[in-house]
């Protein structure tokens, strides 16, 4: 039998930097909220798997009707935002029920494959927590308070989202964590002395935050379909 | 009376990674070819500046028929590509004249605004060197030989080109170059001892590398037009 499975997926925005008055997850891609569409990928991956979403709390009841007017039935918790991502996870992880695995995702990026969620979770059972990752392609400087220097972008990997893990060692990082400014997952378990295992990601898997990105994922999707 | 500044233009992919047989250089944006696009965008931005094109061998030719059948000309001149970057470049700069200012940019980066470049420009004549650079947008990781560990993304930027200079100073930075493998020019100048200026860099500042960055061009050509 397959090993239970939890997801939160944090849909914090406020669609400031879109310039839209609409949250950027509740942005229509093909006729079809973002975050509408993140859920029914994470539902492909496994049908059983328990999918939470974090939204600000003001932001609830337009989610509720947006479901209504969608017809959205994919089931799935709502947990409130926080003021930082740590603090939206950590609501989120209330919720989780007796999963051994749990991943990590952006509300906003709704174009990984199932297999990479499938060799994520895969990974993260081996050796507790696994990351998607993809080459830095532009060249990289490093910047101190008067200098800056070139680093070697080969030794640099930029991180994306779904991050798994087995549930324990998310549970047990975040409740030692000391500080609720983490760049991600990863590192609260890193800063609990956990290490990390790199996955190869997908350049498709993009997050949506300038509405620059919301044409090119049309365009991902368009070439999918071709 | 301005001073004089020479670009050197670096063209020099073969269009594998587009999945083409076309050079990505030559490729199409709006009906005309990727290159010329980016010499235009020069020569608005000081229609006295020396336009140099660095392009392999073997299409040198293809790129003459391309301006005949373009009706192009935006006075250039060419050099041969080398082996690698660096080597294209110093072909290149046999070719600069008596400019005191000196540019090397991608020829598959035609979105630039004109203003990014006078500010470059202006910062090297100032202090001898400088760069364009963008935030670095994900979380990124520092891999090792058995391990990786979370960076702050916040001490880090992202390199894009023009990369400009004082001539001399690149100059004598080839010059004095001890290996042909310099992730770019900026790193050839560092190693000789100078030091770099960082300019804000243009997020749409993009190299166009794979087949989706081509549409995202179109979509950023369309954007301005709207």
Redesign the interface.
Known sequence: MAMKKSMIIVAGGSGSRMGAEIPKQFMELRGKPILMHTLDKMKDVDADMQLIIVLPLDQMEKWEKLCYKHGFSTPHLMAEGGATRFQSVENGLRLVDDSELLGVHDGVRPLFSTQLVHNLFAEADKSGAAIP?TP?????????EN???????S??????TPQCFKTSILKTAFGNAEHVNY??D??VV?ANGG??S?VNGD?DNI?I????DL??AE??IQ?RQD
């Open positions: 990752v830095v392609v532009p060249s990289l400087r490093l910047v101190k200098s800056n220097q070139a680093v070697d972008r030794s640099y990997r930029q991180v994306q760049s991600d990863a590192a890193e290490s990390i790199l350049p997050k935050t300038n509405p620059i044409e090119l365009l991902i070439r």
